[in-house]
């Protein structure tokens, strides 16, 4: 049981450390309106949390069109004119800033991803098939460098599965729930093409939220960022909590599945849109199928994949001989999880990096290294 003093008055009691966790968080979560002049009724209402101490804040959920006004409102109450600095539909984020100085900012939490190698043989592999040279090897050119693993950039990782959140929003909303799912995809819209942009890959939380909550931090019980929340799958009953009531919040008590930004990304992407304005891709030059469970069992394959069904003239892949109907099971020593997206994988990479693909073909495993070229 914790009695825990909030601003000299507010008591908080009986197993309240979420809900003070939550309070102490607040401090870091900014509402966002933005508003388009032209139409009195075209507003939308987001937060977004400070994640540097200069002004720098950082919004998840589908992009506001560039047109219109962003307005921030600090926790102590004071409203800003927020300048929007980049925006990347694929990872859901927007950076914005504010001409403020020494705003609290949340920490990020780093997950210690498992790396799983790729076996070198597997069952209906012959384990004594030589190693394949790419084509470049039989026409005389010197063989492509593998990278050096320690300079490889660790995979994407994700909290794990049961872990309990804390969901905290600008205007006081509190929810708790556990991580149920990882590597959920959706779509976002773009307002540069009007188009609509598959995300990267997506905590799942069971947790009661609203459509403004987009953009809260889902926090552990250390404070550190889980996820950033994209969006939710379904509505919710009326607020109530009366021990959230204590400290000004507001318990939201019935769970539903919201989507979110794992801190991962965030961690990742947030510094390339300041330098960049955006998140330059690594690309391979290929098209690609993400091989089924029928497909994995016809090839007797433990490890994710993803089979080659195109291959752009004068790419990485064309320039060392990936073929049709090859299955990239690997990055790097690193096998390719079942349900994720090759540019997922190839996320943390940057344009120019050395990769080494391990490729299942025919029945043969092949090791191509490759450099990634920019995605177009």
């Known amino acids: 049981m914790l009695a825990i003093v909030l601003g000299g008055t507010a008591r908080v009691e009986a197993g309240d450390a979420e809900v003070t966790l939550a309070a102490q968080a607040r401090a870091s979560v900014v509402r966002i309106r933005w508003r388009d002049p032209r139409f009195s009724r075209s507003t939308a209402v987001r937060n977004a949390i400070v994640i540097r101490r200069d002004g720098m804040l950082l919004m998840a959920g589908p992009p506001l069109p560039d047109a219109g006004t962003l ?18 539909p694929q990872v859901a984020l927007t950076l914005l800033r504010v001409r403020a100085a020494n ?14 190698r790729t076996p070198r043989d597997t069952q209906g592999t012959p384990k004594k098939a030589p190693p394949a ?29 049961g872990l309990r959140c804390v969901m905290v929003t600008s205007d006081g909303g509190v929810a708790m729930g556990p991580v149920r799912s990882h590597r959920r995809y959706g779509t976002v819209p773009d307002p540069a093409t009007r188009g609509r942009v598959r995300t990267t890959g997506l905590l799942g939380v069971t947790v009661a939220c609203v459509d403004e909550d987009a953009g809260a931090p889902f926090l552990d019980a250390q404070g550190r960022v889980v996820g950033l929340m994209v969006g939710r799958k379904a509505v919710v009953a009326p607020e109530k909590g009366e021990a959230a ?25 947030w510094p390339l849109l300041e330098r960049f304005r955006r998140v330059p ?43 049709l109907h090859d299955v990239i099971v690997g990055v790097d020593g690193r096998r390719i999880e079942p349900g994720t997206s090759l540019h997922d994988v190839l996320l943390p990479y940057r344009p120019g990096a050395t990769v080494k693909l391990d490729v299942f073909r025919a029945g043969d495993r092949v090791s191509l290294a490759l450099r990634l070229e920019e995605r177009r």
């Open 281 to 323: 891709r690594a690309a391979l030059g290929v098209r690609t199928l993400q091989m089924d469970d029928v497909l994995r069992a016809q090839l007797d394959l433990d490890t994710g994949g993803h089979v080659v069904r195109g291959i752009e003239p004068e790419s990485p892949a064309a320039r060392e001989g990936l073929k």
């Open 133 to 161: 040279k790419s084509p470049a090897s039989k026409a005389g050119k010197a063989p492509a460098t593998a990278p050096d693993r320690a300079s490889a950039p660790p995979p994407l990782a994700f909290a794990p599965i």
């Open 103 to 116: 705003l609290p900012a949340l920490t990020l939490r780093r997950e210690a991803a498992p790396v799983r």
């Open 245 to 269: 009531a204590r400290v000004g919040l507001r318990l939201r008590p019935e769970p539903r599945e919201a989507v979110a930004v794992p801190a991962s990304v965030v961690a990742l992407a």
């Open 71 to 88: 307005t921030a409102r600090l926790a102590d109450g004071r409203e800003l004119t927020a300048e929007r600095l980049a925006v990347d």
